[in-house]
């Protein structure tokens, strides 16, 4: 089962929103439409009625990664699967219009939803999906970025779990934020010392020895 796949359905749903900024980028059916992605089937049921309802699911999938990024497991759970009993899907064998090299249908599980509309749709395969994640890889796995003030989703897929930003370009300003604080640290320390940073960086490490 292609479960980064499934699993990728709310981290994108959850990331239209940046609170800390106060950007919001689902502001139109289009926008709804955009987060099927290459389901385009899915994407037409969308309506306009469906931007507030996305909105509504984006933030209890929000509340399920911030309680896992505060280390509260249990409600992590607990709000996820308030959403599996509100949204629920069916497990299916599918072939789609895959085949290999000898014509045979490459038969692989899908997450089959039976939506009354496009949001139950997206929400039943965003929370099996997330659902999946969690009990494969572990609660730890799903965070908030620590570039502030991102604070976006991610899937935490690294084999040493070490993930702690939702991009590379986040962990560069993070990195480069931290860097130019510690310069600004030894230059106070210089200067309340009357030493060069250099000097300071010396009597440091000769302090250490």
Same mark, same amino acid.
């Given at each position: /089962?292609?479960?980064?796949?499934?699993? @990728?359905?709310?981290?994108?749903?959850? !990331?239209?929103?940046?609170?800390?900024?106060?950007?919001?980028?689902?502001?139109?059916?289009? *926008?709804?439409?955009?987060?099927?992605?290459? $389901? &385009? %089937?899915?994407? +037409?049921? #969308?309506?306009?009625?469906?931007?507030?309802?996305?909105?509504?699911?984006?933030?209890?999938?929000?509340?399920?990664?911030?309680?896992?990024?505060?280390?509260?497991?249990? =409600?992590?759970?607990?709000?996820? !699967?308030?959403? =599996?009993?509100?949204?629920?899907? %069916?497990?299916?064998?599918?072939?789609?219009?895959?085949?290999?090299?000898?014509?045979?249908?490459?038969?692989? /599980?899908?997450?089959?939803?039976?939506?009354? $509309? *496009?949001?139950?749709?997206?929400?039943?395969?965003?929370? /099996?999906?997330?659902?999946?994640?969690?009990?494969?890889?572990?609660?730890?796995?799903?965070?908030?970025?620590? *570039?502030?003030?991102?604070? $976006?989703?991610?899937?935490?897929?690294?084999?040493?779990?070490?993930? +702690?930003?939702?991009?590379?370009?986040?962990?560069?300003?993070?990195?480069?934020?931290?860097?130019?604080?510690?310069?600004? =640290?030894?230059?106070?320390?210089? #200067?309340?010392?009357?030493?060069?940073? @250099?000097?300071? &960086?010396?009597?440091?490490? !000769?302090?250490?020895?």
């Amino acid at each position: /089962m292609e479960l980064a796949y499934y699993s @990728d359905y709310a981290v994108r749903l959850v !990331n239209t929103e940046e609170p800390s900024r106060g950007q919001d980028s689902l502001t139109s059916v289009e *926008a709804v439409r955009e987060l099927f992605g290459a $389901n &385009q %089937s899915a994407a +037409r049921r #969308a309506a306009e009625s469906d931007v507030t309802r996305f909105r509504s699911v984006r933030g209890r999938l929000r509340a399920v990664f911030e309680a896992a990024d505060a280390g509260d497991e249990t =409600l992590a759970v607990d709000l996820l !699967n308030s959403l =599996l009993l509100e949204f629920p899907v %069916s497990p299916q064998i599918s072939g789609h219009d895959h085949r290999d090299d000898d014509g045979r249908p490459l038969w692989h /599980m899908h997450l089959a939803d039976h939506p009354s $509309n *496009a949001t139950a749709g997206f929400a039943a395969i965003a929370a /099996m999906g997330l659902a999946f994640h969690l009990t494969e890889y572990g609660v730890d796995r799903l965070g908030l970025c620590e *570039a502030s003030p991102c604070r $976006n989703a991610y899937l935490d897929t690294s084999t040493n779990r070490s993930r +702690r930003y939702c991009s590379d370009r986040c962990a560069t300003r993070a990195n480069v934020a931290a860097y130019r604080a510690r310069k600004r =640290l030894e230059a106070d320390r210089s #200067a309340g010392t009357g030493l060069t940073a @250099d000097s300071a &960086q010396r009597a440091t490490a !000769n302090g250490e020895r």
